[in-house]
């Protein structure tokens, strides 16, 4: 059973930094790509950016080049979504979400929910 | 970046109904297109892709059809579970992106 499983939920102050982890099982993680996705409170879903396991070669969303980092994992089949410099207006959930053929969704994470907050 | 309308923003309707949610592109997008479905306080589930291809153990209650720049996603004998919120994502350009979902209530 193909499953990703998300860190879980962190409280962080403003200009702090944070990392979150998105563990695959129950397939091959270096083939198929990690997409990740952000959804602020009470609104839609926003693609942040991909990554492909088996190169780390990741594409961003141009709206949030610079602000994400993601990596991966092999060792542990562990993708990542590091965000800095907080502010306010990262409070949102983030979800991790398997690609087939690099493009379209099949399976999602259950989300981690970011609170930024003095 | 491709622009994704969908309408209506929000819908009501009655155990065992059929509704219709519409997705339009503001570039063709061929058939690159997929229908998510968000429970309140949830992670999105994966219906449809291909705009008319069910995803594995999605019940056949959901269709989807369209091309181009119009698409739809058809829910038929609608349940108390059904309440959710639908999204429309394309993926054949990038960036990618979300339309801005469509609530449906029973």
């Known amino acids: 059973e193909v499953q990703l499983v998300q860190s879980g939920a962190e409280l962080k102050k403003p200009g702090e930094s944070l990392r979150i982890s998105c563990k695959a099982s129950?397939?091959?993680?270096?083939?198929?790509?990690i997409s990740w996705v952000r959804q602020m409170p009470g609104k839609g879903l926003e693609w942040l950016g991909r990554?492909?396991?088996?190169?780390?070669?990741?594409n961003y969303s141009p709206s949030f080049q610079g602000h994400v980092t993601m990596s991966e994992d092999k060792a542990t089949s562990t993708a990542y979504l590091q965000l800095s410099s907080l502010t306010a207006s990262d409070t949102a959930t983030y979800y991790c979400a398997r690609l087939v053929g690099a493009m379209r969704i099949d399976y999602w994470g259950q989300g981690t929910l970011i609170s930024v907050s003095s | 970046d491709i622009q994704l309308t969908q309408s209506p923003s929000s819908l009501s309707a009655s155990v065992g109904d059929t509704v219709t949610i519409t997705c339009r592109s503001s570039?063709?997008?061929?058939?690159?297109l997929a229908w998510f479905q968000q429970r309140p306080g949830k992670a999105p589930r994966s219906l449809i892709y291909a705009a008319s291809t069910l995803q594995n153990g999605v019940p056949s209650k959901f269709g989807g059809s369209g091309s181009g720049t119009d698409f739809t996603l058809t829910i038929s004998s609608l349940q108390p579970e059904d309440s959710a919120t639908y999204f429309c994502?394309?993926?054949?350009?990038?960036?990618?992106?979300f339309g801005g979902g469509t609530t449906v209530e029973i």
């Open positions: 994502h394309q993926y054949n350009t990038y960036p990618f992106t």
């Open positions: 570039q063709d997008i061929s058939i690159y």
């Open positions: 129950g397939y091959t993680f270096t083939a198929y790509w």
């Open positions: 990554i492909d396991p088996s190169d780390s070669h990741v």
